[in-house]
């Protein structure tokens, strides 16, 4: 199972991002995909999942609506849209399949990074202030 992320880079505050996750190896539609991210000095936190088989989105209030998780199933990619990006959002962004929880995606959610069986490399996005 491979997972190549993409995408990241150095943007301005309030500049936009798009990241890819190719994956391979792996059955898409049976699997929760999600963006983790790790910022410098403190834990890895998933913040945005998506269902690989019917396509539900699930996010915690936090997010605030500026992130956007998105897949396309015949190519095996999942996408995260970002927007009106803020200093605090500078970090490494790992993308992560798991198994599909019973309970959704909030249950994967609450798993974190223990829910999820394979990683990409991660991709560093850097918001210049």
């Known amino acids: 199972v491979q997972l190549q992320a993409s995408g990241g880079g150095l943007v301005q505050a309030g500049g936009s991002l798009r990241l890819s996750c190719a994956a391979s190896?792996?059955?898409?539609?049976?699997?929760?995909m999600g963006w983790f991210r790790q910022a410098p000095g403190k834990e890895r936190e998933g913040f945005i999942y998506?269902?690989?088989?019917?396509?539900?989105?699930w996010y915690p209030d936090s997010v605030e609506g500026r992130f956007t998780i998105s897949s396309d199933k015949a190519k095996n990619t999942v996408y995260l849209q970002m927007k009106n990006l803020k200093f605090e959002d500078t970090a490494v962004y790992f993308c992560?399949?798991?198994?599909?929880?019973?309970?959704?995606?909030?249950?994967?959610?609450?798993?974190?990074?223990?829910?999820?069986?394979?990683w990409g490399r991660g991709t560093q996005v850097t918001v210049s202030s």
């Open positions: 992560a399949a798991g198994p599909r929880q019973q309970y959704g995606l909030q249950a994967t959610h609450a798993l974190g990074v223990a829910g999820m069986d394979y």
């Open positions: 190896g792996l059955t898409f539609s049976s699997y929760d």
């Open positions: 998506i269902d690989g088989s019917d396509g539900t989105l």
